[in-house]
T-cell receptor, first 116, second 115 residues
Framework: DTAVSQTPKYLVTQMGNDKSIKCEQNLGHDTMYWYKQDSKKFLKIMFSYNNKELIINETVPNRFSPKSPDKAHLNLHINSLELGDSAVYFC???????????????FGPGTRLTVL | DAKTTQPPSMDCAEGRAANLPCNHS???????VYWYRQIHSQGPQYIIH???NNETNEMASLIITEDRKSSTLILPHATLRDTAVYYCIVRLRGGSGGSNYKLTFGKGTLLTVNP
């Protein structure tokens, strides 16, 4: 069974469209993340939710809106897509932080978004 | 999080040990060293982490210098499937606050294992 899954794996769309990427984890983790990896392969965090509460919001345009309906899901909605949004988006999850825990983040397979 | 410095690329022969260095000279006392890797077209994968003692698991060994300003990830018997970008990350562990949760990835080291 896949620990962290994302859908779709590939997404090709036109500029100006609105699209969503879904992420689900079956690990029972409290914290979920979205990362963006651009064409230069830099991997940067965008958002993080802990128990459905937003805890990290990096300098991401307002067009990006994460939604966490429950602890197991963190979806990413993008409005008015631009050419620069083309990238691979990775979802990840981790246990809640605490002493003695490894704090390992488990990553999904990624969603390759291409904006034409 | 402290900044890390890694060589952009390294080669290793299959079956030999791969030693990947990382400098983190500004690391603070409550920051850990984490290693992740990213195989082509896949999500990053946790390898190992440590504070000050050397660590070993089923994937690798982590050697941290006594002053904690540098570390080395060792893959004892590299295989072709170990070809990947390896990221050395320094981060706080535990406690509250969003900054403790995030991983700050640098450019990493592209390790190529050759047959």
């Amino acid at each position: 069974d896949t620990a962290v899954s994302q859908t779709p794996k590939y997404l090709v769309t036109q500029m100006g469209n609105d699209k969503s990427i879904k992420c689900e984890q079956n690990l029972g983790h409290d914290t979920m993340y979205w990362y963006k990896q651009d064409s230069k392969k830099f991997l940067k965090i965008m958002f993080s939710y802990n128990n459905k509460e937003l805890i990290i919001n990096e300098t991401v345009p307002n067009r990006f809106s994460p939604k966490s309906p429950d602890k197991a899901h963190l979806n990413l909605h993008i409005n008015s897509l631009e050419l620069g949004d083309s990238a691979v988006y990775f979802c990840a999850s981790s246990p809640a932080l605490g002493a003695g825990e490894r704090n390992e983040q488990f990553f999904g397979p990624g969603t390759r978004l291409t904006v034409l | 999080d402290a900044k890390t410095t890694q060589p952009p690329s390294m080669d290793c022969a299959e079956g030999r040990a791969a030693n990947l260095p990382c400098n983190h000279s500004t690391i603070s006392g409550n920051e850990y060293v984490y290693w992740y890797r990213q195989i082509h077209s896949q999500g990053p994968q946790y390898i190992i982490h440590g504070l000050k003692n050397n660590e070993t698991n089923e994937m690798a060994s982590l050697i941290i210098t006594e002053d904690r300003k540098s570390s080395t990830l060792i893959l004892p018997h590299a295989t072709l499937r170990d070809t990947a970008v390896y990221y050395c990350i320094v981060r706080l562990r535990g406690g509250s606050g969003g900054s403790n949760y995030k991983l700050t990835f640098g450019k990493g080291t592209l390790l190529t294992v050759n047959p």
